[in-house]
């Protein structure tokens, strides 16, 4: 009809109030399903998700086509605005299983996903402020400000909170080397490496590091067999590979 079309018109050129009224225009004539969703995409452009959520879900539910990519991310964005989180990550993986190289959908499913991540890291403070959790997460919140004094100050407190959870010794050493290599800083990384292989003996990452430090520590005779077992427990590790083939070389082995 020449509502709808001077609706488009009005729509791509970004005159948004005038094609609402157009697209109005055109369902008091009956049922028009893009007038509907387009109706639907401006009320949500324009903060009245309440009213747009039906439509959007509809329009979602259809077709492939460039109106049902517009309304999932629409549709998607309201519901994290909501904080409908569950039904918001089903439109986003919905969205990525239809159009996985799209870049709106590709941004919109980060927006979700730091959103997501900020609100349960938000609940874990609030709810169980003593966990050992919760001084993990902030040295890993640390250690992205590059501020290791403090990550390895919370690592060792979320230790003695839980000095058997797998994984904090490995985190703590590795601080630990990013806040310096000397001397003392290599002993105790070793020694926190070490700790974490008396937990998980098969920790490939772990025998790794360890032999990083014994090389930085010249004892390339004490690294070579954390080397092999690093190979050996995780075989398409390309870092330990190189290492060891590396190390063979340099002390008159053949890799």
Not at 182 to 188: H, Q, R, S, V, Y
Not at 202 to 216: K, N, P, S, T
């Amino acid at each position: 009809s020449t509502s709808l079309l001077e609706g488009l018109r009005q729509f791509r050129q970004g005159d948004y109030t005038g094609a609402e009224l157009s697209f109005q225009n055109v369902l008091k004539n009956g049922e028009n399903p893009t007038a509907q969703t387009f109706l639907a995409l401006i009320q949500s452009g324009t903060g009245r998700c309440g009213a747009a959520i039906p439509a959007l879900t509809k329009s979602f539910s259809s077709d492939r086509t460039e109106l049902q990519r517009l309304s999932g991310l629409a549709l998607a964005q309201c519901q994290i605005h909501a904080s409908k989180t569950d039904a918001a990550f089903r439109t986003i993986e919905r969205l990525q299983s239809l159009y996985p190289n799209d870049a709106d959908v590709l941004y919109q499913s980060a927006k979700f996903y730091m959103t997501a991540w900020n609100q349960t890291m938000r609940e874990l403070f609030e709810r169980n402020p003593a966990s050992f959790r919760v001084n993990q997460l902030s040295a890993e919140v640390f250690e992205t400000q590059s501020k290791f004094d403090a990550a390895i100050e919370e690592y060792r407190k979320a230790l003695a909170k839980s000095p058997k959870t797998v994984g904090l010794h490995f985190r703590l050493g590795r601080a630990i080397l990013m806040q310096s290599h000397e001397p003392a800083a290599l002993t105790g990384a070793q020694a926190e490496f070490e700790a974490e292989l008396a937990l998980n003996p098969r920790d490939a990452a772990a025998e790794y590091e360890i032999a990083q430090v014994l090389l930085a520590r010249q004892k390339p005779d004490e690294a070579l067999p954390h080397l092999e077992r690093a190979a050996e427990l995780a075989p398409d590790f390309p870092e330990a590979l190189i290492a060891l083939a590396k190390c063979r070389a340099e002390h008159g082995e053949n890799a």
